[in-house]
């Protein structure tokens, strides 16, 4: 029974560029949540998305957008990268939003 | 609004010695708590939940935590320390919100053990 899982494991990008990270939902499971996980800090709730619509949204700039695909998969994009940006990202599913959440091994993202 | 405010940023053990890290919460209701670990370079494993069945709950690997309503804490303990409990512990708050659920951390507890 597979995880939750993410790509890339990790990603430079510069200033200004836009990325996209992708994760894939634990077997069974249909909500995604996004978390930002700044170095040496606990993890930030980014959004969430179920039937793949915006659920919810943390306190994070327009910036920061995200889709859900009809089999539950997720991405996350950037855009306008600054370096304050550079974290990992970690990916969480669950079932119909229930707890608990089940997290993947997250993005490290680098801004140079 | 819900918080989580963990009281220590760094605990030190030695093996086989008890563990207590230390978790205050703020809630305007009845709240479900999670204490999640965090090995380097890695994601979050959940050890344990407090859904209001009961008020000490049992995780995995030896932890538990008990929920004391009246001091507002949820503290995780374990009663023998290993070297592979070394890690990052994050206690949690989720505030239920519409049948959406999104994930309150706190700022995390190093655990250090020490042969």
């Known amino acids: 029974d597979a995880g939750v899982t993410q790509s890339p494991t990790h990603l430079i990008k510069t200033r200004g560029q836009q990325v996209t990270l992708r994760c894939s939902p634990k077997?069974?499971?249909?909500?995604v949540s996004w978390y930002q996980q700044a170095l040496g800090q606990g993890p930030q709730f980014i959004f969430q998305?179920?039937?793949?619509?915006?659920?919810q949204r943390g306190n994070f700039p327009d910036r920061f957008s995200g889709h859900q695909f009809p089999n539950y998969s997720s991405e996350l994009n950037v855009n306008a990268l600054l370096l304050g940006d550079s974290a990992l990202y970690l990916c969480?599913?669950?079932?119909?939003?229930?707890?608990?959440?089940?997290f993947g091994d997250g993005t490290r993202l680098s801004i140079l | 609004a819900q918080s989580v405010t963990q009281l220590d940023s760094h605990v030190s053990v030695s093996e086989g010695t008890p563990v207590l890290l230390r978790c205050n919460y703020s809630s305007s209701y009845s709240p479900s708590l999670f204490w999640y670990v965090q090995h380097p370079n890695k994601g979050l494993q959940l050890l344990l939940k407090y859904t209001s069945a009961a008020t000490l709950v049992k995780g995995i690997n030896g932890f538990e935590a008990e929920f004391k309503k009246s001091e507002t804490s949820f503290h995780l303990t374990k009663p023998s320390a290993h070297m592979s409990d070394a890690a990052e512990y994050f206690c949690?708050?989720?505030?239920?919100?519409?049948?959406?659920?999104?994930?309150?951390f706190g700022a995390g507890t190093r655990l250090a053990v020490h042969p």
């Open positions: 998305y179920y039937e793949e619509e915006e659920r």
């Open positions: 077997s069974g499971h249909d909500t």
């Open positions: 969480a599913s669950s079932f119909k939003g229930d707890q608990p959440q089940h």
């Open positions: 949690v708050v989720s505030p239920f919100s519409g049948g959406y659920n999104k994930l309150i």
